[in-house]
């Protein structure tokens, strides 16, 4: 479980989930979880394109992530969910398209949408930790404006923030995160431990950083058992981490509500 | 017309059987996705499809035909949407997000069991992107007969729904059981999402849900004429989406076509973009005026 | 240091809305640790107002002038009628007051023990000091007032806006949150606008009125404007101002109809 090929899995696998843990807070934080679903498909139809043209995946991955992203943040002043849910089909369907195109291997579309964390190289842990950290640095940038702007729209526009650049700045965010998020844990997936751990933390605490570090925290641990199992029964990862997220999330509320009702 | 429609269009039985679902599923997804756009529930409904995705999965599995599984997951899932269920906006998109998340997670799970047991190639696109020319002659009936049921049941819900989602409380005031209005909704959202996941794929249901209700607001002011025109936008990207399809088999010297659910897909943001393209422009004349 | 200054001076503004003319030619001022009224009935454009003098909203003609430069340094403290907040959002209220001083800026400030001082010194002025720990969506009304108080003055300002701070208060809490607002001016040294449909209750802190009917303003001292010759050139029709028991009535005295109480300006 521990192999050496197993290492690459691990390594790649944890600094994926802390990001996804990171990003996941503010996501829920915004209510986004809409957006965070859509942007990762742009990634995945950038991914199929960039197989059909026969270019780096990365550049697939990232410019498309990105044209979602700007796309969704640009509309979202008046019916945020209609663009979001538009972005989402076309970017899927253009994915579809390009797969159907180059003929793909039924594994590889696979891959693409649920992840191949087995088979991540070494060579990527390079461009994972840079990534990484670009996100990270451009989150902590935006930390309180981001919570701000989440907590009280009127108010930090009345301070102001500009609530355009913000999202804009947030979206991108997401896209970039989400380029490095897809390869590992495909594009359906990389969104469940965007939100299910996020969700989970911030019923346990009042704090903000301490609903953040939480997050990252159980979203690390959600992708860790999820590798062990999957290692232990040869079922996807992707199966553990979708499930597993969505467990901890209705666990941990029906204890607090339970709880809550004690006190 | 010929270079138009290609030959042999007209002659293939999947095509006209296609077709005939297609142009259902697409009046039923547009009656129905209307007052999901209303009610800004396009991220159920979308996560209703995820869940139709993992119960087209599941069908090919156990071996039982595609629709029952896209139904029933659906359904499955709309149940446990309204389960974990709350009021509030927030909270419901955490709620929401949590049910799609787990339903990928089983949509990967059955996905790979199936490349596991079986050695027919292409079941992942199919339930992901839809199958229109597979679909047999009693399927067609099964669709056909769903529809009618789903646009009844709209029928009679209309008036009340329409109530509950423009003011929750003034309906219950009135006397509206309005928790039990949405579950019905919910519920028809789901089994529409399910017919529509054999035409265009579990994932790409959303297209017609959304995208033709959504130009369609943009237009009409009277909610009869809204309808009638979602319908229609919906019925002409299906239409015009498979005729493109099996031209564009002879677009490449590889013939290799173009997935039907791909062009619907771009035919129905292609309108929506129209549209929204010529209310700017109406707007801007009207502002001239005045 | 204290000296009197003017803070922000509305010069001639109009304000349009959707093409309707919402202000017509609105003048005032507010001078430095005044407490100023801004009195008319709902939908007369006090929010409207208000959201201008932050500049949320241009006038369509006429300025707004700030001497002390308050906007552009960002101390003007603003409490919006309502705030709607997620519930389970993590913060808790000394974190949500925190973000009053700091929440509009990019990077990551650690905050200094001064800032959480501060804090606490505003928590305290508001009388919230035992809310600190709680969660910010879970309290009532009448706690959320204050910690939006809180959270508006934590950056000191010169002028703090409040839209409507007394809807919804029952009146012993409405003479409380009258009494905090005049000791937090006299100690943080900072000029008050509140609007209210009721004048009464601001009638014994109140330095001016601005009071707005029929998209237009008079303002001066209460005892300048509250007149029946200023409001019914105002109101566009002959007006009363009828004092009874210490309080003030405005009555629509259309001399040839019934006698009939303004609906929003009547005492409950």
């Known amino acids: ?263 | ?290 | 240091m204290n000296e009197i200054s003017t803070i922000v001076d509305v010069r001639g503004v109009d304000v349009e809305l959707g093409g309707r003319r919402v202000l017509t030619n609105v003048n005032f001022k507010v001078e430095s640790a005044e407490f100023t009224g801004l009195i008319g009935s709902n939908g007369a454009g006090k929010t409207t107002l208000l959201r201008m003098m932050l500049g949320l909203i241009s006038p369509t003609r006429g300025e707004v002038l700030w001497p002390t430069n308050a906007r552009e340094e960002r101390r003007v403290g603003y409490v919006p009628q309502k705030v709607t907040l997620d519930v389970d959002v993590p913060l808790r209220v000394r974190d949500f007051v925190a973000l009053g001083d700091d929440g509009h800026r990019y990077g990551l400030r650690r905050r200094t023990r001064s800032t959480w001082e501060r804090v606490e010194e505003m928590l305290d002025a508001v009388e919230a000091s035992a809310l600190g720990e709680r969660r910010i969506g879970a309290l009532s009304g009448g706690e959320l007032q204050r910690v939006l108080m809180a959270h508006a003055l934590v950056s000191r300002p010169e002028l703090l806006l409040l839209d409507e701070p007394l809807a919804n208060l029952d009146p012993g809490a409405t003479q409380d949150i009258v009494e905090l607002l005049a000791r937090v001016r006299d100690r943080q040294h900072v000029a008050v606008v509140l609007s209210a449909h009721d004048i009464n209750s601001l009638i014994g802190v109140m330095d001016r009125v601005v009071y707005i009917a029929n998209a237009h303003v008079a303002s001066g001292p209460t005892e300048e404007v509250v007149r029946p010759d200023v409001l019914s050139a105002l109101y566009g029709h002959h007006v009363d101002v009828v004092r009874v028991h210490g309080r003030v009535l405005v009555v629509s005295g259309d001399p040839m109809g019934p006698v009939a109480a303004h609906p929003d300006l009547v005492v409950e």
């Open chain 1, 1 to 263: 479980m521990f192999s050496s090929f197993m290492t690459n899995a691990w390594i790649v696998g944890t600094l994926v989930a802390l990001l996804a843990g990171a990003t996941g807070f503010f996501v829920v934080l915004r209510g986004s979880s809409f957006a965070a679903h859509a942007v990762p498909n742009g990634a995945f139809a950038g991914a199929a394109g960039a197989t059909l043209v026969g270019v780096a995946p990365l550049w697939g991955l990232v410019s498309f992530a990105v044209v979602a992203a700007l796309g969704i943040g640009a509309s979202r002043r008046h019916r945020s969910d209609v663009a979001t849910a538009m972005a989402l089909v076309l970017m899927l369907a253009l994915g579809a398209a390009f797969l159907s195109l180059s003929a793909a291997y039924e594994p590889q579309v696979q891959a693409l949408l649920f992840g191949e964390i087995l088979g991540v190289a070494s060579s990527s842990i390079t461009t994972v930790v840079l990534i990484g950290l670009v996100c990270a640095a451009a989150l902590a940038v935006m930390f309180r404006p981001l919570i701000f702007n989440a907590a009280a729209p009127d108010l930090s526009a009345a301070r102001g923030l500009n609530p355009t650049l913000l999202e804009m700045g947030f979206m991108l965010t997401l896209a970039l995160g989400s380029a490095l998020t897809v390869p590992v844990v495909g594009a359906l997936l990389s969104f469940s431990l965007t939100v299910g751990p996020p969700a989970a933390a911030r019923l346990l605490t009042r704090r903000p950083s301490t609903a953040l570090v939480g997050s990252m925290a159980l979203s690390v641990m959600t992708l860790w058992v999820s590798i062990a199992l999957s290692y232990a029964t040869n079922l996807p990862v992707g199966f553990f981490v979708g499930t597993l997220s969505a467990i901890l999330y209705i666990a941990v509320r029906a204890a607090t509500q339970l709880s809550a009702r004690r006190a």
């Open chain 2, 1 to 290: 017309m010929h270079w138009l429609f290609e030959p042999g269009l007209w002659s293939n039985v999947a095509v006209r059987t296609g077709m005939g679902v297609g142009v259902a599923v697409a009046v039923v997804s547009a009656l129905v996705g209307l007052f999901t756009v209303m009610r800004s529930q396009s991220f159920a409904g979308h996560a209703l499809a995820d869940v139709a995705m993992a119960g087209g999965a599941g069908a090919g599995v156990l071996g039982v035909s595609p629709l029952a599984g896209f139904v029933l997951g659906s359904l499955a899932g709309a149940g446990a949407m309204e389960a974990i269920g709350v009021e509030r906006v927030r909270q419901r998109d955490v709620a929401t997000g949590v049910v799609l998340g787990a339903a990928t997670g089983l949509s990967a799970l059955f996905l790979y069991l199936i490349t596991l047991n079986s050695s027919s190639t292409g079941s992942t696109q199919l339930i992901l992107f839809g199958s229109l020319f597979s679909v047999s002659n009693s399927t067609f009936l099964v669709v056909l007969a769903l529809s009618v049921l789903v646009v009844v049941a709209l029928a009679s819900l209309g008036r009340p729904l329409l109530f509950a989602s423009l003011s929750p409380d003034a309906a219950k005031a009135r006397g509206v059981a309005v928790s039990r209005v949405t579950l019905s909704f919910t519920l028809l959202v789901a089994v529409t999402v399910g017919l529509s996941s054999i035409v265009i794929g579990a994932v790409l249901s959303t297209a017609l849900l959304i995208g033709p209700p959504a130009a369609a607001l943009r237009l009409g002011r009277r909610m009869s004429t809204t309808l009638f025109v979602a319908s229609m936008l919906g019925v002409v990207a299906v239409l015009l989406g498979v005729v493109l399809s099996y031209d564009s088999f002879y677009w490449w010297s590889s013939h290799r076509a173009l997935p039907v659910s791909f062009c619907v897909v771009v035919l129905i943001v292609f309108e929506l973009l129209l549209v929204s393209l010529y209310r700017a422009m109406s707007r801007r004349r009207e502002r001239v005026v005045v």
